[in-house]
């Protein structure tokens, strides 16, 4: 480890192995779930690597594969499920100097560093709007959106990031004596995006943008759930409604942590949220009307200062309700097509243990509900009950936020095209090791109640 420091800190490298630093670009949001907390408190790297160029992470990446140090690569850190921790040590690349962006005509080229917002500052100099984003938007890197997430705001209109055609290249760098550049497009995007880093180092990214539209904040009151789902479907679904976000949250949540806006909101009212055109607000009013909903905010029409929308919704939903109750953490789970039974039935056996919020997305041109309860922590045990009577008794698919490794969050079984893409890409198994189980047992399945890397029954690796 010392040699590879000292090898390129000599080359002109950046590098830092201070204590502080390094604690600090070790970790990201892991702390949203208390079993991560516990799990990956003492997690760190060794020493960290700013490269400036893809030269200089072409050497990093050599000098580490000759010394069998570990490679975890960071973005902002902005992830909630130790994606960019580094669970065996190493080196911490960090790529925030990777950050150039080029707007073109329908797509931009942007290295893995460069932050969401500026990305769509700059489309809008053009014209142009990027077609997905976290709600971490403001600090979050382009790099870690693609590497480390799923979804986010303008999924409604575009689908996830497993749509293929929201990404249309990734270039990347292998870990082998001589890394090599590969360049993924098409379906094999896939090999990469959501990979957390495990099978090559993403130097640049091209990504489709579209013309710009003039989106406008509206929060919609309803009497209760039920009309909620009914109004988010209904906008979704509705050709005249162009909507960039729709998210609903059952009555409580801004009684409680929507410290900005709970002024304008009745107490007891369901909320939906909506990026909708401007263009489009007389029918998105008539909608309301129809349905029996009142808006409660507009933005530009009340005065103070209210965070942006998109900051209530997605990932920032738990985060206002931790900032306000540190006990409260999150799911997250598909929801059927009878979403109304779905959320009746949590509701009848979680009560306020479990508080509704979804997001609405779009997965082969339907429009679906994807649930991110707010769950009141007591304890670890009576955490994974929730997740085993959600999945066994009530039939849901539960996308578990407090595991770290790539199966067990979400895909549910080893991916075996990017096992195959690994093998090539990291002969050695040094990116990011830990988080990928197929690549030290292909064979793994699931079981309830247990964790991979961090034993849930009694300690220690399962």
């Known amino acids: 480890?010392?040699?590879?420091?000292?090898?390129?800190?000599?080359?002109?490298?950046?590098?830092?192995?201070?204590?502080?630093?390094?604690?600090?670009?070790?970790?990201?949001?892991?702390?949203?779930?208390?079993?991560?907390?516990?799990?990956?408190?003492?997690?760190?790297?060794?020493?960290?690597?700013?490269?400036?160029?893809?030269?200089?992470?072409?050497?990093?990446?050599?000098?580490c594969f000759e010394h069998d140090v570990p490679v975890t690569v960071r973005g902002a850190g902005t992830g909630n499920y130790g994606q960019a921790m580094p669970l065996r040590g190493g080196c911490v690349l960090l790529t925030e100097r990777l950050d150039q962006i080029g707007i073109h005509t329908g797509h931009v080229v942007a290295g893995p560093g460069a932050i969401m917002r500026r990305i769509e500052d700059r489309a809008r100099e053009t014209d142009q709007e990027i077609r997905l984003f976290p709600s971490t938007m403001a600090t979050?890197?382009?790099?870690?959106?693609?590497?480390?997430?799923?979804?986010?705001?303008?999924?409604?209109?575009?689908?996830?990031?497993?749509?293929?055609?929201?990404?249309?290249?990734?270039?990347?760098?292998?870990?082998?004596?001589?890394?090599?550049?590969?360049?993924?497009?098409?379906?094999?995007?896939?090999?990469?995006?959501h990979a957390y880093g495990v099978n090559g180092i993403i130097t640049e990214l091209e990504l489709p943008i579209d013309p710009a539209t003039d989106w406008r904040e509206v929060l919609i009151g309803l009497p209760d759930m039920a009309a909620a789902i009914a109004c988010a479907f209904a906008i979704g679904r509705d050709d005249a409604i162009l909507s960039r976000m729709i998210s609903l949250f059952e009555p409580g949540i801004a009684d409680r942590y929507f410290l900005r806006h709970r002024k304008l909101v009745p107490e007891g009212e369901a909320l939906v949220a909506v990026y909708v055109a401007s263009g489009d607000l007389a029918a998105l009013e008539a909608l309301i009307a129809r349905l029996g909903g009142q808006i409660r905010f507009r933005d530009g029409e009340h005065e103070g200062r209210f965070p942006d929308l998109y900051e209530l919704g997605w990932n920032h939903t738990t985060l206002r309700a931790i900032k306000v109750d540190p006990a409260m953490t999150y799911l997250q789970m598909m929801f059927s097509d009878d979403v109304h039974s779905d959320a009746a039935a949590i509701k009848a056996r979680f009560g306020d243990e479990l508080q509704i919020h979804m997001e609405f997305t779009r997965i082969q041109g339907e429009v679906r509900a994807v649930a991110m309860p707010l769950v009141r922590f007591t304890d670890e045990a009576r955490l994974e009950e929730v997740v085993t009577i959600l999945e066994g008794e009530l039939g849901l698919t539960v996308f578990n936020p407090h595991r770290v490794t790539l199966e067990e969050g979400g895909m549910k079984a080893p991916d075996l095209d990017q096992l195959e893409f690994k093998r090539r890409a990291d002969p050695k198994g040094l990116l990011n090791p830990g988080k990928m189980i197929a690549w030290e047992d292909p064979d793994w399945v699931p079981q309830d109640g247990r964790s991979y890397l961090f034993g849930t029954v009694g300690g220690g690796r399962t």
């Open 140 to 193: 979050a890197t382009i790099g870690g959106f693609i590497a480390g997430g799923s979804s986010g705001v303008g999924a409604i209109r575009w689908g996830g990031l497993r749509n293929p055609a929201n990404i249309r290249r990734i270039r990347l760098l292998t870990m082998e004596a001589e890394p090599q550049v590969i360049e993924l497009t098409g379906h094999d995007v896939h090999k990469a995006a």
């Open 1 to 63: 480890m010392t040699e590879c420091f000292g090898i390129l800190q000599t080359s002109g490298i950046t590098v830092d192995d201070a204590p502080g630093p390094v604690e600090r670009k070790s970790r990201d949001f892991f702390w949203y779930s208390p079993i991560l907390k516990r799990q990956l408190a003492d997690i760190r790297g060794d020493f960290l690597a700013i490269p400036e160029t893809e030269d200089e992470v072409r050497k990093i990446l050599a000098t």
